[in-house]
């Protein structure tokens, strides 16, 4: 009877024409990577190997890299060593000195007086999405540019440019509010806004050697944590409507003040998709049908995502995760509890579909991750909302900024532990 409900499954979920459609788009991109790439990749009238001047926005969050940041980055005018200039088109890689971006950052404050003076006199606004910058320096043989120098100009004073200009200081408001937190702090900080710098490096390699990395990237557990609070205050209203409403807000919210990550905007997406499917009167579908929606929907809108490993790795995971609650699950709840063998069928599953990507890429497989997250994530997920509502008390009791910071500690403690055990675990090395 087992076998029969299985191939029953199986042959659902072949037949979906959603489904088949994102399995179809998914190998004709990947087998013509090149073609489609090259639709938006950065292109102007000068040679790029001269180009010495980018003039643009920046469309995406600084990321840290060591001792520098790595941004999306949209030219629009650029000049070359002669002092030709061009317009341009598409976007490219750049990556920034670290101390043009963390000198408007708290503790961060690493450059003499002097040199201190000179950046806040190039720098009139931090480097964030939506900020209009000049980068100076060359490119790179892979056609990332790298600045050796940065200027910043106000954000515009036009409707976006002020939602842009909100945007920043409210991250640098919350960067402070972290940075007073110790490393707790930094852990909650690249949690929920996706900033790491102040992340401990050691705790940052503990998470990648246990294989942990997707729980520090800004994925559906971030975003379905702030869904929940919504639902919990619409309850309250005993109102379906503003129930809805308060969930839309609220994850709208999230996203805007973290930044479309490919794994953030999958997440989005699956989200808006699941609350226009329960605010109609249709069946609600299923999971993976609205994950397969999604993708579609992804590749449409941004179609160079598919190709970061952040974007693969987020919906093999979920597809895994989907796929493993309608034919692993099944096997294992024959001999444990409903509640572990939901557990532990997705992460097998997230696992069996990301490893012979991890695998090729990373050259490393680590088999102890499964478990691993069964146990972390709870605690993550705890440290979370509890982040989450001091930091609520915090803003408006300041006074309680230093005991909260010591409860938070103390949970950080635990998971440091955990991942550090975890990442001593032996993986294998390809």
């Not at 399995?23 to 090259?38: D, K, L, P, T, V």
């Not at 999971?287 to 190709?307: E, K, N, Q």
């Not at 895994?320 to 992460?347: D, K």
Request: hydrophobic fraction near 45%; proline fraction near 5%; charged fraction near 15%.
């Amino acid at each position: 009877m087992g076998k029969l409900n299985v191939q029953k499954a199986f042959f659902n979920f072949i037949k979906n024409p959603i489904i088949l459609t994102s399995i179809f788009c998914a190998i004709y991109i990947y087998s013509n990577q090149e073609s489609i790439q090259s639709k938006r990749v950065f292109s102007s009238g000068l040679n790029r190997s001269t180009i010495e001047v980018l003039q643009g926005t920046i469309v995406s969050n600084p990321v840290k890299q060591k001792n520098q940041y790595k941004v999306t980055f949209a030219p629009s005018t650029v000049w070359n060593k002669k002092g030709y200039s061009s317009s341009c088109k598409g976007t490219l890689t750049a990556f920034i000195p670290a101390n043009f971006v963390e000198q408007w950052y708290p503790g961060k404050l690493f450059t003499d007086s002097k040199t201190a003076e000179k950046l806040k006199s190039d720098m009139k606004a931090p480097v964030e999405n939506g900020c209009t910058a000049t980068l100076y320096g060359t490119f790179s043989k892979k056609n990332d540019f790298f600045a050796v120098a940065v200027k910043t100009a106000p954000f515009k004073n036009s409707l976006p440019g002020k939602i842009h200009s909100l945007r920043a200081k409210c991250r640098l408001h919350f960067k402070r509010l972290m940075f007073a937190w110790g490393e707790a702090g930094g852990l909650l900080l690249a949690l929920i806004s996706g900033s790491r710098e102040y992340t401990n490096d050691e705790l940052a390699e503990s998470f990648k050697n246990a294989g942990l990395s997707h729980i520090m990237a800004l994925s559906g557990m971030h975003l379905s944590l702030f869904s929940g609070i919504a639902g919990f205050l619409g309850k309250k209203t005993k109102n379906r409507k503003l129930s809805m409403l308060l969930r839309f807000s609220f994850i709208t919210l999230f996203v805007w003040f973290a930044g479309f990550s490919p794994s953030l905007f999958r997440a989005f997406l699956c989200s808006m998709l699941t609350l226009a499917a329960s605010f109609s009167t249709a069946e609600q579908p299923k999971p993976l049908r609205i994950l397969a929606c999604a993708y579609l929907i992804h590749i449409c809108l941004r179609p160079l995502d598919s190709f970061s490993p952040a974007f693969i790795l987020s919906y093999g995971a979920l597809s895994g995760i989907f796929v493993a609650g309608e034919f692993i699950q099944p096997v294992l709840s024959r001999n444990l509890p409903s509640e572990i063998s939901g557990n532990l069928a997705s992460s097998i599953g997230a696992q069996f579909f990301t490893s012979p990507y991890t695998i090729s890429v990373f050259k490393v497989f680590v088999p102890s991750c499964t478990f691993a997250t069964l146990i972390i994530s709870p605690f993550v997920t705890v440290f979370m909302y509890l982040g989450i509502a001091c930091i609520f008390t915090a803003l408006l009791i300041p006074f309680l900024t230093q005991p909260f910071s010591a409860i938070i500690g103390a949970l950080y403690g635990i998971i440091k532990i955990l991942v550090v055990f975890f990442s001593k675990l032996p993986a294998v090395h390809l």
